[in-house]
Nanobody
Framework: QVQLEESGGGSVQAGGSLRVSCAAS????????MGWFRQAPGKEREGVAV???????SYALSVKDRFTISKDDGENTLYLQMNSLKPEDTAMYYC????????????????????????WGQGTQVTVSS
C-alpha cells in the first residue's frame, strides 16, 4: 500500500525559510506526478507545486520564485524548499501523488488540481508569523 509521510514543518518568522519532505514507500510507478498542496483553515485545498517523473515542474503564482520543488529518486523523497515565507503561507501542507499516468496525460503540464492525485499524506503544519 502506498504511503506518503511528510516531515519538516514548523514555525518561522516572515522572511524565513523551511524545507518540508515527503518520504514515499510502496510507490514505484514509471511515469507519475507528485506535488505539494496546502490548506488553510476555512479555505479550500490548493496546489502549490508539482513535479513530473521526468522533472518538469509547475507552481502556483503565489509561490513562484519563492518555493522550489525537487525530488530524490534514489531516496524516493519529495522536497519543497520554501523561502521568503509570508504569513499567508501558513497552512497544513500535504504531499500527493498520482498512480501510473495514463498515456494521454504523459507529456502534459502537471496539474495543480487536487482531484488528479489519488495518494495523500497526513500533512505537516507550516506557520509563518509576522
Amino acid at each position: 500500500q502506498v504511503q506518503l509521510e511528510e516531515s519538516g514543518g514548523g514555525s518561522v518568522q516572515a522572511g524565513g525559510s523551511l524545507r518540508v519532505s515527503c518520504a514515499a514507500s510502496q510507490y514505484s510507478p514509471r511515469v507519475y506526478w507528485m506535488g505539494w498542496f496546502r490548506q488553510a483553515p476555512g479555505k479550500e485545498r490548493e496546489g502549490v507545486a508539482v513535479i513530473t517523473s521526468d522533472g518538469r515542474t509547475s507552481y502556483a503564482l503565489s509561490v513562484k520564485d519563492r518555493f522550489t520543488i525537487s525530488k530524490d529518486d534514489g531516496e524516493n523523497t519529495l522536497y519543497l524548499q520554501m523561502n521568503s515565507l509570508k504569513p499567508e503561507d501558513t497552512a497544513m501542507y500535504y504531499c500527493a501523488a498520482t498512480g501510473e499516468l495514463a498515456w494521454w496525460a504523459r507529456g502534459r503540464i502537471p496539474s495543480l488540481q487536487a482531484g488528479q492525485y489519488g495518494y495523500w499524506g497526513q500533512g505537516t503544519q507550516v506557520t509563518v508569523s509576522s
